[in-house]
């Protein structure tokens, strides 16, 4: 096999139980947006399911739905809309919509009147101080209202209120604390006008960690859950008793011995300093490598770390290997758990100016992903012995 992602689904189901024992009282909700953040949507959510995540989420209606379609039957929510979003096909499905804003509201509505299925089970989301989606606060008055009105013409029911954090991932940030004091007063206004949400949240994968009085019912994990910190300062992975989930590596598609003085890749922003080994990995940008590993990306192949020399192409980038000799098919780890040697995702988003969230997230679906630990619907998470194999 040219490359492969190994989704170690024993190393996610123990990191959901880690975060679960942080928020011991807590639901937990298994963020699964985006493809699990590159490790597969349908296994992960099931594998965080067996885990006891009560609730998955996901960004778009699309990704929840498939979801649906999958099979899972939980409580699933997704928060984000856009004008002519299928409303209809969520509420069908009985999936928790997130409402920021009146024409949201109004989009639902009319939706919910052609309906079987209704009341639309809605979670209204407050901007605390974020920016990005969220109902200003001082829109807040007229959306509950509205809210409230729905409520009474058996349109929707208010599940839940929420928000989201701009600066968990820094610990002590004057944010943190700015934000849940409004999210408190959004609570506290919307239960006094008479809505009774089942939960309140603005919990993500580093408020969890770090910021206990920010769990109110529910926590939204999804970085942690892959087994990589939502930044370096809230820890390691080890730190923080999780493990990497996914293991990027590919097999040698060459390996040949060049003079010193030889051009390497486009543009010969590296040149052989001596005569050596060159081997070629065939994974590049196409396969979600970033182009910015050129020249600085770290890979394990024959036990040592070596650096991306000179650009990722498109499809394949050469590693340097000194006086070493490798065979074509031996393997080069881009990165893993870290336990036999290989760099991190923390490394690559090290080496190449991003956040380890990115590295993960945008392996493409060109490369392969090959599950480990799946356990089967029948089983149950009691017959696993340990933290690593199922
Ligand atoms: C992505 C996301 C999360 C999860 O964030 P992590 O930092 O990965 O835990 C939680 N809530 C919302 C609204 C998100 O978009």
Redesign the pocket.
């Known amino acids: 096999m040219r490359a492969r992602a190994v989704v170690d689904l024993a190393a996610l189901r123990a990191n959901v139980r880690a975060l679960r024992a942080r928020a011991p009282r807590q639901q937990l909700?298994a963020?699964v947006?985006a493809n699990a953040?590159g490790h597969g949507a349908v296994p992960c959510a099931r594998a965080a399911r067996q885990a006891g995540a009560e609730w998955v989420?996901t960004?778009t209606p699309q990704e929840a739905l498939a979801l649906r379609a999958a099979g899972d039957t939980g409580r699933l929510m997704c928060?984000?809309w856009t004008p002519g979003d299928p409303w209809r096909e969520a509420v069908d499905a009985g999936i928790d919509v997130s409402v920021s804003g009146m024409w949201a509201l109004e989009e639902l509505s009319r939706a919910v009147v052609g309906s079987d299925h209704g009341p639309a089970r809605v979670q209204l989301k407050i901007d605390t101080g974020l920016g990005r989606n969220g109902c200003q606060p001082g829109d807040w008055e007229q959306l509950v209202a509205a809210a409230r009105d729905a409520e009474k013409d058996g349109l929707i029911k208010v599940t839940g209120v929420?928000s989201?954090f701009a600066c968990?991932?820094e610990p002590g940030h004057p944010s943190i604390q700015a934000q849940l004091a409004v999210f408190r007063d959004a609570v506290a206004y919307a239960e006094r006008q008479g809505l009774t949400p089942e939960v309140r949240h603005i919990a993500?994968?580093?408020a969890?960690l770090t910021v206990p009085e920010a769990h109110f019912d529910l926590v939204?994990?999804?970085?942690?859950?892959y087994g990589i910190s939502?930044s370096p300062e809230v820890g390691t992975p080890d730190e923080l008793g999780l493990k990497p989930v996914m293991t990027l590596s590919a097999s040698l598609a060459s390996v040949k011995r060049v003079p010193g003085g030889h051009g390497v890749s486009y543009g010969h922003q590296y040149t052989t300093p001596g005569e050596t080994t060159l081997a070629l990995v065939p994974v590049g940008y196409a396969d979600g490598i970033p182009r910015a590993g050129s020249g600085t990306g770290p890979v394990l192949v024959g036990g040592k770390w070596r650096t991306v020399a000179g650009r990722v192409a498109m499809d394949q980038f050469v590693v340097d290997l000194g006086g070493d000799s490798a065979a074509p098919g031996d393997e080069a780890v881009l990165f893993g758990p870290g336990d036999r040697g290989e760099p991190t995702a923390e490394d690559w988003a090290r080496a190449t100016g991003t956040i380890a969230?990115e590295v993960v997230t945008r392996i493409s679906a060109r490369v392969p992903r090959v599950y480990l630990g799946e356990v089967r619907e029948h089983q149950t998470e009691t017959t696993e012995t340990d933290d690593t194999g199922a």
Do not use: E, F, I, Q
């Open positions: 909700m963020v947006k953040y989420g960004a928060w984000l929420w989201h968990a991932d993500n994968s580093p969890t939204r994990t999804g970085v942690a859950m939502p969230y």
